[in-house]
């Protein structure tokens, strides 16, 4: 059974840092890119970076360029997402996703796109 489980979410100060991690099982990961969305209260979920299955390839929202680094460890099974200068419009519940990849190319880093979905991580950045 596919699974995704994701981590590291908690309350941080403006300009603190986090880092979320998202546990794959039961499935073949590195057949796999791996996606981190957010979505905030009554906003859409939106994508904030996207990763290819071997790690070579990534993209990322305009308003996180910069801040937000995405990577992945085939090896541990491990997607992580390192959230640097963090601002209080991050604040969301912060999802990983994950979609079959025949090669090694990369998706559109959209919700539509993905078809596995974790139970999410609650980000909340607040003095």
């Known amino acids: 059974q596919l699974q995704l489980v994701e981590s590291g979410g908690g309350l941080v100060q403006p300009g603190g840092s986090l880092r979320l991690s998202c546990a794959a099982s039961?499935?073949?990961?590195?057949?796999?890119?791996i996606g981190w969305f957010r979505q905030a209260p009554g906003k859409e979920r939106e994508g904030v970076s996207c990763i290819s299955r071997s790690g070579r390839s990534t993209n990322y929202a305009d308003s996180v360029k910069g801040r937000f680094t995405i990577s992945r460890d085939n090896a541990k099974r491990t997607v992580y997402l390192q959230m640097n200068s963090l601002q209080p419009e991050d604040t969301a519940v912060y999802y990983c996703?994950?979609?079959?990849?025949?090669?090694?190319?990369?998706?559109?880093?959209?919700?539509?796109?993905?078809?596995?979905w974790g139970q999410g991580t609650q980000v909340t950045v607040s003095s």
């Open positions: 039961g499935f073949t990961v590195d057949r796999y890119a």
């Open positions: 996703a994950a979609v079959y990849r025949l090669a090694d190319l990369l998706p559109m880093c959209v919700a539509r796109q993905y078809d596995y």
